[in-house]
């Protein structure tokens, strides 16, 4: 019963790469969601997904784009890392919006 | 605008005391529904429980339960008979059922003390 499955768990990486961060889920849940987690803040919506096809954007997309083909996998991309997006990133799904989100175990990442 | 706020950035309780973290809120939508969240410091987020807006009673699941006050905008979680292992950080987050969004306070760090 895997959940939410985040990888990779840790990245470094130079201003200016790029990378694509995986989200999977085996619950065959329509909505996702990624967010960033900042050292004493809650967490910020980046983008999020209502089903296979359809994103929009949350609170803080700039940086960043996502694409959902599948109902399974929702992977975020980072265009061209910046040290200001060194953070912990978590992707979550819930079955319907008044569900409570499963969170994979996060992804740290610094940007150099 | 809608928003969160989590009040005590941090607090130590005693073994076996109850005790209370606030969240308070704000919207204008007439309908959400407010969850809470744990994360120990290993980092995952754990679901504790959920308060729609509409719900007559306060909800209970185990030791954690939800002070639902809704005219004071405030929506508390209390643990009774704290344990060790409920040291962590705490989140309140509120969804408007106008849109999929979650609004996350800034969190709680709860210390127990043996």
Redesign the interface.
């Given at each position: 019963n895997a959940g939410v499955t985040q990888t990779p768990k840790f990245q470094v990486l130079k201003t200016g790469q790029s990378m694509t961060l995986q989200c999977a889920q085996d619950m065959n849940h329509e909505?996702m969601?990624w967010y960033r987690q900042d050292p004493?803040?809650?967490?910020?919506?980046i983008h999020?997904s209502?089903g296979a096809g359809i994103t929009?954007q949350?609170?803080v997309p700039n940086g960043y784009n996502v694409s959902r083909s599948t109902t399974e996998d929702f992977p975020l991309r980072l265009l061209s890392a910046a040290p200001s997006q060194t953070s912990?990133y978590?992707c979550?799904s819930s079955y319907s919006?008044?569900q409570?989100?499963?969170?994979g175990?996060?992804t740290r990442l610094s940007i150099l | 605008a809608q928003k969160i706020t989590q009040t005590q950035p941090g607090m130590f309780v005693q073994e076996k005391e109850a005790v209370t973290l606030d969240c308070t809120y704000d919207t204008s939508d007439p309908s959400y529904g407010l969850f809470w969240y744990k994360q120990p410091s290993s980092g995952e987020m754990i679901f504790l429980i959920y308060q729609g807006s509409y719900d007559q009673q306060n909800a209970t699941e185990g030791r954690y339960s939800l002070n639902f006050q809704k005219a004071r905008k405030s929506a508390n979680l209390v643990i009774s008979a704290s344990q060790l292992g409920d040291s962590a950080m705490y989140f309140c987050a509120m969804r408007m059922d106008s849109n999929y969004q979650l609004i996350w306070g800034a969190g709680t760090k709860l210390i127990i003390k043996p």
């Open positions: 909505y969601s004493g803040m809650g967490l910020r919506l999020y209502v929009d949350g609170e912990v978590f979550a919006r008044n409570p989100q499963h969170f175990d996060g | -």
